[in-house]
């Protein structure tokens, strides 16, 4: 019989979007059986997205040091930031940590834990040098990047759906035992489900 496991946890990173909007995106990950915390940059949900955002998740929005010291989240198996701004991009590209959303996706990065961004900035900084290099940047660290940069190329008005795409290849090789006791290893799992 094989060993129980438990949903992977997926720190979703929001620098700016309606709660209605996240929504589908949330559902989507929930039903890959994904248990997907939100992390906004700071006064990028209103406080009635956050209410909103809670209740879908069943976990509060986090947005400051405080409250995740308070409450910590659980480790993150995977991120998706979604959608991704200027600034957060080429703020993340430098290492800045001036916010909980940064130094989560920093020691993200530094760890080697998947990490997919969809960048959605302003239209008229799509196209500025710094930000490109930047998405280049965070490419050769590992972190996958979807669909261009540009949003009046983007197909798909809504650019989490791209991401939606990653984390699905994601969840076939995201079960985590239980209990650090479970019967099999991780690496066990990962074989077995591979196989």
Same mark, same amino acid.
């Given at each position: 019989m094989p060993g129980k496991s438990r949903s992977p946890v997926?720190?979703? #990173?929001?620098?700016?979007?309606?709660?209605?909007?996240?929504?589908p995106f949330i559902t989507a990950c929930q039903d890959l059986s994904w248990e997907v915390h939100v992390v906004s940059t700071p006064d990028a949900v209103?406080?009635?997205?956050?209410?909103?955002?809670?209740?879908?998740?069943?976990?509060? #929005? !986090?947005?400051?040091?405080? #409250?995740?010291?308070?409450?910590p989240?659980?480790?993150?198996?995977?991120?998706?930031v979604a959608p991704a701004s200027f600034d957060l991009v080429n703020k993340w590209a430098y290492?800045?940590?001036?916010?909980?959303?940064? !130094?989560?996706?920093?020691?993200?990065?530094?760890?080697?834990?998947?990490?997919?961004?969809?960048?959605?900035?302003?239209?008229?900084l799509a196209r500025h040098p710094a930000f490109r290099e930047n998405l280049e940047r965070l490419r050769h660290w590992g972190v996958t990047v979807t669909g261009p940069a540009e949003p009046t190329e983007v197909d798909d008005p809504l650019p989490w759906?791209?991401?939606?795409?990653?984390?699905?290849?994601?969840? !076939?090789?995201? !079960?985590?035992?239980?209990?650090p006791g479970a019967d099999r290893t991780y690496g066990e799992e990962l074989a077995m489900q591979a196989g």
């Open positions: 997926l720190h979703l #990173v929001v620098c700016g979007a309606a709660a209605t909007e996240l929504e209103d406080r009635d997205g956050q209410a909103s955002l809670a209740d879908l998740t069943h976990h509060p #929005v !986090r947005e400051d040091e405080q #409250v995740e010291a308070l409450n989240l659980p480790p993150a198996d995977a991120f998706a290492g800045l940590n001036d916010n909980l959303a940064l !130094r989560l996706l920093n020691e993200a990065t530094a760890v080697g834990l998947p990490v997919v961004v969809v960048p959605a900035p302003d239209p008229g759906r791209a991401a939606t795409q990653v984390i699905s290849a994601w969840t !076939r090789f995201a !079960r985590v035992p239980a209990q």
